[in-house]
């Protein structure tokens, strides 16, 4: 099992940058991939990132550029730097644990998920 919280969200203003934190504990931090994804308002859950084991990572085409996924093993903890932020980015931000090597783009192969973070992007 592993317990995952995210943090960070809040409200700020386009062109404004955020970095959610995920926090990790349970089974052993080191033997996942890391993703995150988003749910806007009236949307589906869409991908927004991902981190691999070996550190790989790989981003959704609307986020390149902008967005930075990171982990921190010493601390079981997943970061995910968002910068530029635009008012469409308005979601809420969720961490999720995967065993597939190296990650995954599709939300049904993520075992454990975090509860979210709301962030609001004014413009």
């Known amino acids: 099992q592993v317990q995952l919280v995210e943090s960070g969200g809040g409200l700020v203003q386009a062109g404004d940058s955020l970095r959610l934190t995920c926090a990790a504990s349970g089974r052993t931090f080191s033997n996942y991939a890391m993703g995150w994804f988003r749910r806007g308002p009236q949307k589906e859950r869409e991908f927004v990132a991902a981190i691999g084991r070996s550190g790989g990572t790989h981003y959704a085409d609307f986020v390149k550029g902008r967005f930075i996924i990171s982990t921190d093993g010493a601390e079981n903890t997943v970061y995910l730097e968002m910068n530029s932020l635009k008012p469409e980015d308005t979601a809420v931000y969720y961490c999720?644990?995967?065993?597939?090597?190296?990650?995954?783009?599709?939300?049904?192969?993520?075992?454990?998920w975090g509860q979210g973070t709301q962030v609001t992007v004014s413009s």
């Open positions: 999720a644990a995967t065993t597939m090597v190296p990650y995954s783009t599709l939300e049904r192969n993520y075992s454990y």
